[in-house]
Structure formats: structure tokens, C-alpha cells
């Protein structure tokens, strides 16, 4: 559960409360993994969140999420980070990285090598193939303001 959720208290609600409600309907209901992931999914589909948590963060944010997402074991030093995002001034990776944490959708306990919080929101973020706004305003040269489809720019 916690490696789900990352401890966010809304996730672990949310989960939690569709975990109740099918104890309740299924006498031989079993506490398991295929089962949390399922309530994960049954989670995402009631709640459509996620979307609108993702448009109030910052190009850099988004930024880190990703390092953060695509690292081996979901988890990078800062030097790293800074590699990957070489556009940001310093101030702005320690600032986004706080405004990560407070969203608790990264550990930053170890202040050198933060990681992802949870799976289910990355999972969710690498799944839809958010492209960061740097790659959607090269791929048309500012021009169009399109999203990300499956991979694919739809203008």
C-alpha cells in the first residue's frame, strides 16, 4: 500500500476506501498485490487528478519528476538532476524539488539523492507520455500549442 500511494493521505484514502467497499461485496476478498493494483486502477478512474495536479507544476518540476520517473530505482543525486536539467538556474531545482516533496510525490529525507514517492502517480505519468513543454514548443517552433497523444503531437 505504501509503496502505491507513497503515503500521500489522499491516495491512501482513496485506496483505501475502494479496498473497504469491495471487502464488503466479496466475502473472499484477499489483501494482495493484483488486488492494490486494481483498487489503483479503480482509483485513477474515479478520480482524474492527476491531469490537473500535473498542469499546476512548473516546467522544471515536471522536469525533475521525469529524471526522477526514467532513473534506475526511481531515484537520482542532485548532480544528476542538474544534468538533466541544465535550462534551470539552481534556485529553481531546489525550489521545485520542495514543491515535489510537499505534493508527497518524492522522498527527499536523503537531501542528495531524492526519489519517487509512491508508484501509482509515476506510473500514471510515464504511462500517458507527458512531454515536457520544451520538446511540445521545438517539435512545432513555438507556433502551435498542441499536446501529447500516445506519443504523438495533437494540435
Known amino acids: 500500500l505504501y509503496d502505491l500511494t507513497g503515503g500521500h493521505p489522499y ?3 482513496g485506496i ?3 479496498i473497504w467497499d469491495k471487502k464488503d461485496k466479496e466475502k473472499d476478498f484477499l489483501w494482495n498485490i493484483k488486488n492494490l493494483r486494481n ?3 479503480t482509483f485513477l478512474k474515479k478520480h482524474p487528478d492527476f491531469k490537473r495536479w500535473l498542469d499546476t507544476f512548473s516546467q522544471t518540476e515536471k522536469e525533475i519528476y521525469r ?3 526514467e532513473a534506475p530505482q ?3 543525486n542532485i548532480s544528476y538532476i542538474r544534468s538533466k536539467t541544465d535550462t534551470a538556474p539552481h534556485y529553481d531545482i531546489e525550489d521545485a524539488l520542495q514543491v515535489l516533496s510537499y505534493n508527497g510525490l518524492i522522498d527527499d529525507s536523503d537531501e542528495e539523492e531524492p526519489k519517487i514517492a509512491g508508484t501509482l502517480f509515476k506510473n500514471w505519468f510515464l504511462d500517458n507520455k507527458l512531454a515536457p513543454d520544451s520538446q511540445k514548443i521545438k517539435a ?3 507556433i502551435f500549442r498542441c499536446d ?3 506519443g504523438n503531437p495533437v494540435c
Open 11 to 13: 491516495l491512501l484514502q
Open 148 to 150: 501529447w497523444l500516445d
Open 67 to 69: 529524471c526522477l520517473a
Open 140 to 142: 512545432f517552433g513555438g
Open 39 to 41: 483498487a489503483g486502477k
Open 74 to 76: 526511481n531515484r537520482a
Open 16 to 18: 483505501l476506501e475502494i
